[in-house]
């Protein structure tokens, strides 16, 4: 039952879309929202509906098939979908928390121009990040992977008349498709070695193909990590989130927070099989989850948009995703996905209702002192906050964190374990100073200071709900991964977890109280440390993300646009110039041979018979 | 027969367009428009009732035509009149069918002038275009290739945009002419040295396709020959670097000639490869492979480089059909069955989003009268729902998932990676540089800061259902290429079993060389 | 002494004489234009019509002459082409000023010489009728003697043709000395046993003369001045019969004499092919004047056609035929429309370029037979210069002269570049151009009925070409 209607969670926002796209001069504004969040809540009530029947069920994956794709010799992806415990999860996030923010985005988008074609947009977003999810081979998962890259790309480019905005669009685009790059030479090396697509199929076959440590399957399983840096914005391929951060808030919010930037967290845990065959690749999958959230926490620490803050707060958080998968966790990587995207969203839609409270100003510079005026943002922001901080027990956050340290720990691997901690610390430094810096001190602005709350449901009710969710309630969902995802290393272990649980929410704990005390008291030391001296330089270092993009910059943008100029006239069509020059010169040349006069003309003649015979005379 | 009739209709219909022109510039428009429709209506109904799941090889030759026409023309050498038809030819006949139609409806307000005469040309294009897809015999087949050059020509020459400094319409005609005829005229010496050298195996003079294939020759000459049929393809393909006459020529034919030009006439090379220098010289071609691939990255990299240097909106998508071109060579030259079925979706794919890209230029044109980039820009909000078909279109190019053109970029490269993985490598790289310059024309015409305050008319019913049904047939083909490849999967059967035996044999003979 | 066989052979040549001396005292009895033409179109298809009749004698040769299938040939393309230039001569005289009539009997003579040349099978015969050819040319080049580029014309060819004449004669003589005998398969007796300094240097200056009447390089220079300058219906025979018959004598001797089968002389006929092929072409190639511009595209074609003559087999000349009667139809469509645009009393012929321009919107039909010619030049399919370039490339391949091959690949591909100039003129549109017309009738009239028949000539052969083809593999030279 639960499987016929599975379609239904991607053909509704589909003809959501459809409607909008066909029908978009019908329609007004406010016919356009109900048209694209109902569409969206409508698959997400259908998801309930599944979750609970799959949950009351024997948890069996499940799959459909609707037709083949294509079929050609022993090339024959399907259109198919798969329905298991991982899946469940991602779609009832998707939806669920999807729904959600096309409900706030009527709120937030109001008065907007275009305001179908956004809804339009997200509604596809919908459809392709539900395939991505369901799609039971890795072609369909590779159509709704590049779907969301072209729907985020459409969405951040939103407002299409300012010029940085389409840049940032045309960079996370380019960024992302460099990692599907891989992804799809990852596909082709596993199609050619295992002669399938179907990702059943293929972690059925590995391991008895390829033997722990095979070079193909390394090879395999980096290149898939590959297209999953791109989407998910680890390093290198992180560059594009931050100023991906251009597109309207609840876009960040749903794709820059919690589903499409996790789809790379998604593909690795799908692809698990592939990467216990690996150890080498999946050891670099920690090491680079450990330094994204180390360089995402520092670049945090040096911003000054809260959406930024927020976009670099994702990276880190997806780091320590990756750092679950890297050690074996893939539970616990998924537990903190889904965590992750009830606060993130929740902290994304605060920095929204913020936003568009002080007339689109989101420079904290020019915020402050709103915590009277905008109180329930203010909560949003606080709560959503202390999940991010993994402020003990109460929080959500806590308690997924919390799993991927103590599995970090049980593996054994000291190093990832440490920057976690590390990166907690960063954490509550730069969630607290987000949080004073925007709603304490004085008032940045004249925007600020007539900032005007928002009301309504659709503006209070995602709200409430992801901050309710984002609480240790949201930690009591417990996604059914146990059939799907093998166990992790800290399974069935318990010696040395309450020490690491008191370990990490003292560094929490800790954490927040030196921000408070930095932040609240020493507010006029700490300007003129960044002001000047090694600490101007290194908050520019900072404020810049390392420098990446200075670095790729150099590396391949400039050296792309000297090649395009130099090739512009098309040099290779200017070598044809050569023969059509002889045929001139030669056109030239024999001309003037016809002067018109007899007399040439009669010596010509004599001196060509003169030339005739000699040729025949030498002959002979 | 009806062979016969699906190449006169649009000659006969031509010649009407040009006489009905006395009763206004309407009569000729509706003519050329029922005619291509016949033209469409006919094929697509050979289809419906044929039967293209063919036997697969090793079956009497007889039954390797779905429909198959046949008289002597001129027997002292052995040429016929001999049409065929099999999946392959079924489905760019089809296609031809299809793009003369949006052709036509295209011009339908952009051509005010000679208007018999230009359909005339149009449709003489078309029934050339039939012809070479439906042309068995090696001589008929030359002539109908040489022929289309001619209607072409005057289209470009007379209905032409003007281009930059110094490339007047006529020379840019003169060029697409000069260099394909040229290129054609190799074809010719080595059609003609295939027949002589069947003439001294077996003393009989044919120019018949089946006849001549497998006839047997010294190895460096097949490779000669084999170079000749391959370069006249490779100018119409176009590979680099013989692809100069392609940008100029697109960039200043009227909207029909480009979509013409892009959507079909570049398929008759690659049909032409598929067709004929693979079958012919299976040894040589599989000799000439890497060449031949080397080629296809090199053309990709440089028409994805240079599109994005363009400022001028169809010189963009020209230098982009060279891009997409390449996959196809891979795709051919890889031989394998994805491979091969890959090369026909992506042509199917990429004559629909070329087409769909041009026409929108065209319209474009109509509007704003300039194709210079620097000109436009923000024109997101200004022009109704022409910018958001463009996406549609920018989409494809660039290989979205759910596109035709991704299922056809992506066959290529499944295909081509088990035979030459750096290939699909660099191949694959591409992708991304397929990204700068299709999002360029998003980019600078429609996103941006708004260049004036003018809100242009929107699409009228007939540009809306044109762009609409060119969607629909994008994504359907995305979503289920599967008929495209049942009906040709005999063919490219044929084609990879000859071009692997033809390794085996060289392997063989080099084995045998060895001791 | 003559047989009755030898005879009929003759009935071709006889009765373009005897029309010849009709028109002749036709003229001197009392002047009539339309009379006089009608006269000598009624002799010359009674000539072809005999020729038809009595080309089923099969071979027949007399001392001095051969009727072999390639004769019958070359003469009913005299004869074709003359009748073409009577029906356009009609059409351009009409409203000239001066004597009109001469002009027929000039023709008449002319055609007679090119009937002879083709049959000749002597030296004596060659040169006699060389000589007849030329003579009457000089006069209709000069015809319309007040235009001064036609005088010049006449002039310039009077003067270099008596020159190649000189050569003609001289290696005629040194061929005698050196065999003792002046006819053709004497000739080849004499030198069984090997050639000779004098019979090579003989062969040598032969071929000069020859050359120079084909426009070979470098004896082409006065092409170009003569065909520009000349009246349209002289510049057409010169173009046509008199090429043909010059050709066809020069197969025959390349063919049957042994000197020219040496590795050197086969080298220097095969360089004068590449030579001549890709010269004509450049030098055609931004031409302006239409009539200058055909003159270089004839060097060109006699280029392509020297392949044969390097060649000399039996597919050579098969080939031959085909090709000269391929650019027989378009050459005499190409100078039909010239000349029907032209009048010698409305000044000089429409010969510049630009008189053409858009002349499709206003005469579409003659505007399409042009068009037709010129494809047909260019070699495009569907017409019938693609038959024979088909031809020529498959002689080529045959034989194996790659270089010959790439020779004519090249030049075509020059060759498209004027062609097409020359095609799309005709369609262009823009106003204020200089504009020059055929009357309004010219359809209708006899040699607007000539032009549309070539045109419809030039594509059936192009689509339909097997009744020729086979006609022509019939073909071959009593010699070998």
Known sequence: MALTLLPLTFLLPLAGCLILSLGYRHLGERASAAVGYTSVGLAALVTVFIVIDFLSGDRTPQSLTLWTWVSVDNFRPTIGLMLDGLSVTMLGVITGVGFLIHLFAAWYMRGEEGITRFYAYMNLFVFSMVLLVLGDNLLLLFLGWEGVGLCSYLLIGYYYEHTANGMAAFKAFVVTRIGDIFLAIGLFLLFTELGTLDIATILDKAPALWHRGNPIAEAAALLLLGGALG?????????????????????????????????????????????????????????????TLLMAGFAALAQTDIKRILAYSTMSQIGYMFLALGVGAYSAAIFHLMIHAFFKALLFLSAGAVIISCHHEQEM??????????????????????????????????????????????????GLLAAGLVGALLTSLYTLR?????FHGEQGSDKARHADPGKGLQHGLPLVVLMVLSTFIGAALTPPLADVLPAGPGEGVEAGHTALEMMASATAIGGGLIAGWLFLFRRAWLKRVVARGPGAWLWQFWHRAWGFDALFDWLLVRPYHVLVRWLQGDLIDALFLIPATVVRLFNAGLVRTQTGRLRTYATSMVLGAALLLLALAMGY | MILVWLILIPFIGGLFCWRAERWGDKVPRWIALATMLLVLVTTLVLWWQGDYHLPKTGTPEAVRWAIEWHVPWIPRFGIDIHLAMDGLSLILIALTGFLGVLAVVCSWKEIAQRVGFFHLNLLFILGGVVGVFLSIDLFLFFCFWEMMLVPMYFLIALWGHSGSAGKTRIRTAIKFFIYTQ?????????????????????????????????????????????????????????????????????????????VDLAGILLKTAAYGMLRFCLPLFPEASQAFAPVAMALGVVGIFYGALLAAGQQDVKRLIAYTSISHMGFVLIGIFAGTSIALQGVIVLMVAHAFSAAGLFILSGQLYERLHTRDMRLMGGLWGRIDKLPAFTLCFVAASLGMPGTANFIGEFLVLFGTFPVAPVVTVLASVSMVLAVLYSLLIMQRVHFGPAQGEVHFSGLDWREYTMMLGLVALVIFFGFYPQILVDTTLSVTDEVHQLFTSGSVGAAIQSLAGVR | MLTRTDMMALTPVILVCATAITVMLGIAWRRQHAVTVLVSALGLNTALLSLFLFGELGTVRTPMLVFDSVTILGMGMILVSSLACATFSHAYLDGFPGAREEFYLLLLCAAAGGMVLTAADHLATLFFGLELLSMPLYGMLAYTFRDRNSLEAGIKYLVLSATATAFLLFGMALLYAQTGHLDIPGLVAGMSSGVGPWALAGVGLVLVGLCFKLSIIPFHLWTPDVYQGGPGPAVTFLATASKVAAFIVLLRIVEAIPAFHGAQAQTLLAALALLTMLAGNLLALLQANLKRLLGYSSIAHFGYLMVAIVVADKLAVETSGIYLITYLITTLGAFGVVTLLSSPYGGEDASALHYYRGLFWRRPYLAAVLTVAMLSLAGIPFTAGFIGKFYIIALGVEAQRWWLVAGIVVGSAIGLYYYLRVTITLYLMEPGMQRRDAPNDWGLRAGGLVVLLLAVLMILMGVYPSPVVHWMSLLSLAGS
Do not use: C
Not at chain 1, 246 to 255: F, H, K, R
């Open chain 2, 182 to 258: 040229a290129s054609g005229l190799l074809m010719l010496v080595a059609i003609l040295a295939l027949v002589f050298a069947h003439h001294a195996n077996t003393g009989v003079y044919t120019f018949s396709y089946l006849e001549l294939l497998g006839t047997s020759m010294s190895e460096p000459f097949a490779y000669w020959l084999m170079l000749g049929f391959f370069i006249a393809f490779a100018v119409k393909l176009p590979v680099v670097p013989l692809h100069g006459w392609l940008p100029d020529a697109h960039a200043q034919a009227p909207t029909a000639g480009s």
């Open chain 1, 365 to 414: 510079a020019r915020l402050g002192g709103l915590w009277r005026k905008l109180p329930l943002a203010y909560a949003g922001f606080l709560i959503g906050g202390a999940a991010l901080a993994a402020l003990p027990l109460v929080t959500a956050g806590f308690y997924s964190k919390d799993e991927i340290l103590w599995e970090a720990f049980a593996a054994k691997q000291n």
């Open chain 1, 231 to 291: 989407k998910s914005a680890q390093l290198p391929l992180h560059t594009w989130l931050a100023d991906a951060m251009a597109g309207p808030t609840p876009v960040s919010a749903l794709i820059h927070a919690a589903t499409m930037v996790t789809a790379g967290v998604y593909l690795i845990a799908r692809m698990h099989g592939l990467y216990d065959l690996a150890p080498t690749a999946q050891y670099i999958v920690g090491v680079i989850g450990a330094l």
């Open chain 1, 434 to 438: 987000l949080i004073i810096g925007t």
